[in-house]
């Protein structure tokens, strides 16, 4: 997302490859969904409020993917009625989305450093996750 010539999406990016969970059925339309760890060595949507892993960032086709875990990271927000807070820490809701987290999140460090007016469609964040 781009807002007067300034674009964070990519910058400082980590890629690592996981097993995708099979019980949500993760194929290349949903690149770019927020994923948590759902078991060992898998990523999936997990549940609302799960620590964010990161994004879906390439589906492998093998049941495999390449998950981004850190860097700046463009997400779907998953409510449109109220802007979430710069600097507020985000977690995933269970569909591959981000919601603002109402507490601190312990051992996994990530805040919102831009949003999308709420006028725009389709409603995004920019996490920066470390």
């Known amino acids: 997302m781009a807002r007067g010539g300034?674009?964070?999406d990519g910058i400082g990016a980590h890629y690592t490859t996981y097993a995708l969970a099979t019980a949500?059925?993760?194929v290349e339309a949903n690149e770019g969904k927020a994923v948590t760890i759902t078991d060992n060595g898998e990523a999936g949507y997990g549940d609302a409020g799960d620590v964010l892993l990161g994004a879906i960032s390439k589906v492998d086709g093998d049941g495999y993917g390449?998950?981004?875990d850190a860097g700046y990271m463009e997400l779907e927000y998953?409510?449109?009625t109220a802007l979430p807070a710069l600097g507020a820490p985000v977690v995933v809701n269970g569909a591959g989305l981000v919601s603002q987290?109402?507490?601190a999140i312990v051992g996994r460090g990530n805040s919102i450093v831009s949003?999308?007016?709420?006028?725009?469609?389709n409603h995004t964040v920019i996490v920066l996750l470390g």
């Open 115 to 121: 949003v999308e007016p709420l006028a725009m469609a």
């Open 24 to 26: 949500d059925t993760i």
């Open 66 to 68: 390449s998950i981004q």
């Open 6 to 8: 300034i674009s964070f």
């Open 101 to 103: 987290s109402t507490t």
């Open 78 to 80: 998953a409510s449109c």
